[in-house]
């Protein structure tokens, strides 16, 4: 077998698990000499520009950061070329990677993402693994090309999905699998026997970004897909339903009794409360009214005094 060269990395993400993904690359034989990450964007009460984990991280590290508006921005592709990157890892980027920062790249572009390729292409594969109640997911390290999420696969990962997951629980596993399979592809493609194979033939499914609307919960489903829902947008973007003309975030609930009332009725039983759906009803775990704070569904029962033909929308 060829001995593994090392290779010069750009890392390009955004948010927190891109951080991690650095980290495990720092620990290989391969040096991490760019990153590039989404412009700093207004967050926090304040509405002040702020820079990405992975800027920050970059920062911390010493390692140059770059946050171009798009990945054919003449100074980016000038940078990939004069830093001699052999290869771009990307992880939760959020930009399309086009012909010209791909042809920049010796070794290309290659993908870390979360899903069994071809099922669940786009933004947000772990949620909607858990809404549409999938068994199983996985991490599928892939080439990227011309299209979204379409290209030859290089390393493919099965996981069980646990019942009770929630998409921040899930994605963590996932992350976590993608950070021991990264090293081991890279070291494949230093040595040239990582081959990439086409994408199985098959159903294709999309996984379009999420929006609020998508969180708002549908209380004329049955149970089960009122918990898949409430599962898959836990942390974010955060589940909810509204109670007269005010918004209550909702987490994770539990499968409760037989429905009373029509969908949406909140009923208290015993230390409990529960919401009736199209079929039987949820018990809410904790909720968090607008402007409040986050609390156990009891104590916001007893506090908000709901009323007798109260309901959930």
Avoid: K
Avoid at 15 to 39: E, I
Avoid at 211 to 240: E, L, N, S, Y
Avoid at 241 to 246: H, S, T
Wanted: charged share 20%; hydrophobic share 45%.
């Amino acid at each position: 077998m060829p001995a593994a060269r090392s290779l010069r990395l750009a890392v390009a993400g955004t948010p927190h698990l891109a951080v991690d993904a650095l980290h495990a690359l720092l620990r290989t034989r391969h040096t991490v000499d760019l990153l590039l990450t989404r412009p700093a964007a207004p967050s926090g009460r304040g509405r002040s520009a702020q820079p990405t984990p992975l800027a920050r991280a970059g920062v911390a590290l010493g390692i140059p950061v770059l946050a171009p508006e798009r990945t054919d921005d003449p100074d980016l592709l000038a940078r990939l070329r004069a830093q001699a990157i052999d290869l771009v890892v990307v992880i939760a980027y959020g930009a399309m990677i086009g012909s010209a920062a791909r042809a920049a790249v010796p070794l290309g572009w290659i993908n870390v993402h979360f899903s069994l390729l071809p099922a669940w292409r786009g933004a947000a594969p772990v949620t909607y693994a858990i809404w549409q109640g999938d068994a199983l997911t996985g991490v599928t390290i892939f080439r990227i090309d011309a299209g979204l999420d379409t290209g030859d696969i290089l390393d493919r990962t099965v996981v069980p999905i646990p019942p009770r997951a929630t998409a921040g629980e899930l994605l963590t596993v996932l992350a976590q699998v993608g950070n021991e399979r990264l090293p081991d592809v890279i070291d494949g493609i230093a040595q040239g026997t990582c081959q990439a194979e086409p994408q199985p033939t098959g159903p294709v499914s999309h996984a379009p970004r999420l929006t609020v609307a998508d969180a708002h919960i549908d209380f004329t489903a049955d149970a089960g897909q009122v918990d898949r829902q409430v599962r898959a947008m836990t942390p974010r973007p955060g589940a909810w339903a509204l109670i007269g003309d005010q918004r209550l975030r909702i987490g994770p609930v539990t499968l409760g009794a037989a429905a009373v009332g029509a969908p949406g009725t909140v009923t208290r039983i015993s230390q409990a409360v529960e919401v009736a759906c199209g079929q039987s009803a949820v018990r809410l775990g904790w909720v968090q009214p607008a402007g409040g704070r986050q609390m156990p569904a009891i104590d916001w029962w007893r506090g908000a005094r709901i009323a007798a033909d109260a309901r959930l929308r």
